[in-house]
C-alpha cells in the first residue's frame, strides 16, 4: 500500500503505540485523525505533527462511536485506513465484585468498538481504490493471561473476527491486517515488570507490513511465541502465566 496523501483514522493515537504509529503514518505523507477521550493530549500532537486532525470520542460508548462513523463519511477526505488500536487491559479476578462491570468495560473497548467500526465502514472502504484495515491484537492471543480476563477474550474474539473479515473481502481492494505487538513500554504495561519494546519499533513493523501487504504482522518477541506456541503450546501458556502472576491485580 502506497501511504501518500491517504487519510487515516486511529483510534487512541494520542499516546502509546497510537502515537507512535500516527508518527509513522505522519512521516509516511498520510493524514491523519487521532481519535481518543483526552482532547488536549490529542491536540498536543496535533500542534506537535501537524498533518493531524482530532475527535474526542469514547469508543466504548455506542452512541459516541455511532457519532464518529457518520463524521467519518461526511469528510471531504475520504478514509482509506482504519487503525483500531485503542485498548485497555485489566488485571482482576473472576471473583472479584466488580468483575463483571470490567468485562463489560474491557470488552465494549477491546473487542465491540473495532468490530463496530469495521462494520459500519467497510463499505465505504470497500468502495476506494486502495485501503487498509489494521486490528491490534497482540502476542497474547497465542498465550492469554489468565489474569486479564476480559482482555483475553477480547483481543482472542479480535482475532477470530479479524480472520472472518479477511475472508469475507479477500480479492478486493481492501486489505485486512492483524497487529500482534509484544509487551511494549507504555501506560497500559506499567503494572507489567518484564521485558518490553518500544513502540517505535512495533509502529515500524506496522508500515512495513502495510508496504508489503501482510496479513499478520508479529514484531519483536511475539514471532518467538509464535513458534513457542505451536511447538509446545501447555509449556508456553504455564511459565507466560507463572511470571504475568507477579503482577498485582487493579
Ligand atoms: N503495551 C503493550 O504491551 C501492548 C501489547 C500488545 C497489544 N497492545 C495493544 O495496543 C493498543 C494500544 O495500547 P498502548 O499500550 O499504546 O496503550 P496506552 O498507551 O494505554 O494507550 C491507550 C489508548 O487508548 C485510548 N483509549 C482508552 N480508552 C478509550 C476509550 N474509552 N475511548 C477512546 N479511546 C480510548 C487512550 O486514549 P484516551 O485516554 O485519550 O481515551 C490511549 O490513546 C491496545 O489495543 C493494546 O491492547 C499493547
Do not use: C
Amino acid at each position: 500500500m502506497n501511504l501518500k496523501n491517504k487519510t487515516a483514522l486511529v483510534t487512541g493515537g494520542g499516546v502509546g503505540i497510537g502515537l507512535a504509529i500516527t508518527r509513522a503514518l505522519v512521516d509516511a505523507g498520510a493524514h491523519v485523525i487521532i481519535a481518543g477521550r483526552d482532547l488536549a493530549r490529542l491536540d498536543r500532537v496535533r500542534a506537535e505533527l501537524g498533518n493531524v486532525s482530532t475527535i474526542q470520542v469514547d469508543l466504548a460508548v455506542h452512541g459516541e462511536r455511532e457519532r464518529l462513523i457518520a463524521t467519518l463519511l461526511q469528510r471531504d477526505a475520504p478514509l482509506d485506513l482504519l487503525i483500531n488500536n485503542a485498548g485497555i487491559m485489566q488485571y482482576f479476578s473472576l471473583a472479584d465484585d466488580h468483575a463483571l462491570a470490567r468485562l463489560d468495560a474491557e470488552l465494549a473497548l477491546d473487542l465491540h468498538a473495532p468490530i463496530h467500526l469495521s462494520t459500519a465502514l467497510l463499505p465505504h472502504l470497500l468502495s476506494r481504490p486502495e485501503a487498509a484495515i489494521v486490528n491490534v491484537t497482540t502476542g497474547l492471543i497465542y498465550a492469554p493471561f489468565g489474569n486479564t480476563p476480559g482482555y483475553s477474550a477480547a483481543k482472542a474474539g479480535l482475532h477470530g473476527f479479524t480472520r472472518a473479515l479477511r475472508w469475507q473481502t479477500r480479492g478486493t481492494g481492501l486489505k485486512v491486517i492483524e497487529l500482534m505487538p509484544p509487551a511494549v513500554d507504555t501506560e497500559l504495561t506499567r503494572r507489567y515488570d518484564g521485558s518490553k519494546t518500544d513502540p517505535e519499533s512495533v509502529a515500524r513493523a506496522l508500515m512495513h507490513g502495510l508496504v508489503k501487504g501482510l496479513d499478520e504482522v508479529r514484531p519483536g518477541q511475539t514471532k518467538a511465541l509464535y513458534a513457542m506456541s505451536r511447538i509446545a503450546p501447555g509449556f508456553i501458556f504455564r511459565a507466560l502465566n507463572k511470571a504475568a502472576d507477579k503482577t498485582p491485580l487493579d
